[in-house]
């Protein structure tokens, strides 16, 4: 059974980069069925879409925050990773990594499997 | 950005009773070409990562329960609980992937 991973700091200053790694285990990463994404959740809100990315490399942001957001993939480690610049307050959130069910558009699709998540504080 | 939103924002329901969560987008998100409506559903329990519930608008998930229904098409959709039970309780979004992924703001199910 495939399993998602989200690891990384839990405190992050303000205006530095938020890095944070999702490993995938018991399966491929490989494969043009899916793509790998991530999803945050402020605390006691809604969910909002960071970004996707294929493993091949081919990148999908969120344009609201697509001048701050860097996706990444290492197949070989089956891993894949996130970055935020400069953060905010407003970054404070669970961060989801999650694989989404291709459409075959555009890093499109819906997420059917999710790791538990992990919560990043943004403070000085 | 298609915007999805969400009725009611909360619904309070004894065991057994019949749930009904409208979401609405700003925009159809059938696809003519494969006539499919690019819509899920999801639910939330406290402290647990979101769960696939529903795709292409009223496809069940595999072992998701029977009691959970989803219909509609191009911009009205509805996640049905037919018979709601204690484990229900969770907070459910739809989400739209006819263009980038945008959720709508959660509907918050509770026992009475």
């Known amino acids: 059974q495939l399993l998602l991973q989200e690891s990384g700091p839990g405190l992050v200053k303000p205006s530095e980069t938020l890095s944070l790694t999702c490993t995938v285990s018991?399966?491929?990463?490989?494969?043009?069925?899916?793509?790998w994404g991530w999803v945050r959740q402020p605390p006691g809100k809604g969910l909002e879409w960071i970004g996707s990315?294929?493993?091949?490399?081919?990148?999908y942001y969120n344009p609201t925050l697509n001048s701050r957001v860097t996706m990444s993939v290492d197949t070989s480690k089956s891993q894949f990773s996130l970055r935020l610049r400069s953060v905010t307050a407003a970054d404070a959130a669970v961060y989801y990594c999650?694989?989404?069910?291709?459409?075959?558009?555009?890093?499109?699709?819906?997420?059917?499997?999710w790791g538990r998540g992990t919560l990043v504080t943004v403070s000085s | 950005d298609i915007v999805m939103t969400q009725s009611p924002d909360s619904l309070t329901l004894s065991l057994g009773e019949r749930a009904t969560i409208n979401c609405k987008s700003s925009q159809s998100v059938l696809y003519s070409s494969d006539n499919k409506n690019y819509l899920a559903w999801y639910q939330q329990k406290s402290r647990q990562p979101p769960k696939l519930l529903i795709y292409?608008?009223?496809t069940r998930e595999s072992g998701v329960p029977d009691r959970f229904s989803g219909s509609g098409s191009g911009t009205d959709f509805t996640l049905t609980i037919s018979s709601l039970q204690a484990e229900d309780v969770a907070v459910y979004y739809c989400q739209q992937y006819y263009s980038t992924p945008t959720f709508g703001q959660g509907t918050k199910v509770e026992i009475k």
């Open positions: 018991g399966g491929s990463m490989s494969t043009t069925e899916y793509y």
């Open positions: 990315m294929f493993y091949s490399g081919d990148t």
């Open positions: 999650a694989r989404l069910l291709s459409t075959g558009v555009n890093g499109r699709g819906y997420f059917d499997l």
């Open positions: 292409w608008a009223s």
